[in-house]
C-alpha cells in the first residue's frame, strides 16, 4: 500500500511540473506571438487557463499532503495532548465534509456543463474537461484528508 501511495505521489509532482512548464510556455508564446508578430495565438490563452484550472485543484491535494493549506493555529496552538487532538480531528471532519460536498456538487456541476454539450470559445472542447477538476481535485485532496484523520487518531505523522 506505500509504494502504492508513493507511486501516487510521483503521478501528482509530475503532473504538476508539467503542466506548470506547459502554462509558462504558453504565455511566454502568446506574449511573443502578440508583441514580436503582431498576431496572437486564439487558443494559447484558452488553453493555459485551463490547464491552470486543473492545477490548482491537483495542487489542493498536493497542498494536503505537504501540509501547506493555510491555516489558522493561534487557536490550535492554545492546546497540548488529548484536547488538541480532538479539535484536530473536529477541523479534519469539516474539511473531509467539506471537500465530499465539493466531490458531490462539482460533480453534478459537470455532468450538467456534459449533457447541454457546452463548449469552449476557441478550442470547441467540452466544458465539462475544465469543470470536472473541481470534482477530480477535491476527491483528491479529500482522499489525502481520510488518511491525515486516520494519522492523528493513531498518533502518527502523516506521510508525504
Known sequence: M?????YYN????????????VTVTLIFAQVVMR?????SLSWSEEVAR???????????????????HLRVE????????????????LVLSLWIF?????????FQLTRMIYIRGQ???????????????????????TSRLVSEFFCVLRNQEPAG
Open 2 to 6: 506505500i509504494r502504492l501511495g508513493e
Open 10 to 21: 510521483k503521478i501528482e509532482e509530475n503532473l504538476l511540473y508539467f503542466s506548470l512548464i
Open 35 to 39: 508583441y514580436v508578430f503582431s498576431n
Open 50 to 68: 485551463y490547464v491552470f484550472i486543473w492545477q490548482t485543484w491537483v495542487g489542493a491535494s498536493y497542498a494536503v499532503r505537504k501540509r501547506r
Open 74 to 89: 493561534a487557536l490550535v496552538d492554545r492546546f497540548k495532548g488529548f484536547p488538541r487532538k480532538v479539535l484536530e480531528l
Open 98 to 106: 467539506f471537500g465530499c460536498f465539493l466531490v458531490y456538487k462539482g
Open 119 to 141: 463548449v469552449s470559445a476557441a478550442l470547441g472542447m467540452s466544458m465539462a474537461i475544465a469543470y470536472a477538476a473541481v470534482p477530480v481535485g477535491s476527491l483528491l485532496m
